[in-house]
């Protein structure tokens, strides 16, 4: 398979599930995860349309950045974590960041967004299976980064991001998303610029859309599996 013909068959499967799970046609974004992979499954991918790109590891993404300056259309998405010492790279080479969970690293995003940049879009990463290894806030502990980020000049806050712990059954799936969900149906009745629920990967794709995904990261489906 090719990454091209695997990007047709994810682009496909959205669109029959957003008419299974009656959401609107194209509500779902498809974010291509390129960790680990290199430059040319990039270019591969966006001569075939794609524009949307998710890196995890800061000096990877810039270095991917950087090599593609001249495709100024391509929108970087930064999905992993971020370290104090790496958050000026981030601020200085990415459109998005879907893991914000601090607002020590909220705020030195935004001090170090250069003024010649729109502002950084952000999501913020939420534990929804409480589980100790992995990053993001409690749901207990949303408001108040919330509040934070809204202070902050140059983020711009688009809404939520999770990376549910793996569950046997779809209905499973959806159950541990169901939380998240009405965190973001609540935000978004408070707040314009909320407009991304960042959830979905490539095996739990139809859980996230049944779940009102309005992004899913795929990597494996679209670029093949990660040595
Ligand atoms: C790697 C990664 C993905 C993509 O995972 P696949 O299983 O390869 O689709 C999505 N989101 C995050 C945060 C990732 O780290």
Redesign the pocket.
Known sequence: MTVANNLTQVHQQIRLLETQYQRPQNSVKLLA?S?TKPIEDILLAYEAGQRAF?E?YVQEAVDKHQQLAHLPDIEWHF??AIQSNKSRLVAESMDWV??LDRAKIATRLSEQRPSSLPTLNVCIQVNISQEASKSGIVLEELDDLVEQVLSLPNLCLRGLMA?PAPMNSLAEQIEVYRPLLEAYQALQSKIKTIDTLSIG???DMEAAIASNSSMV?????IFGA?I
């Open positions: 995860v960790k998710g995890n999905i992993g879907h893991t990376i990967m490539s095996n990261r795929i990597g494996t489906a990660r």
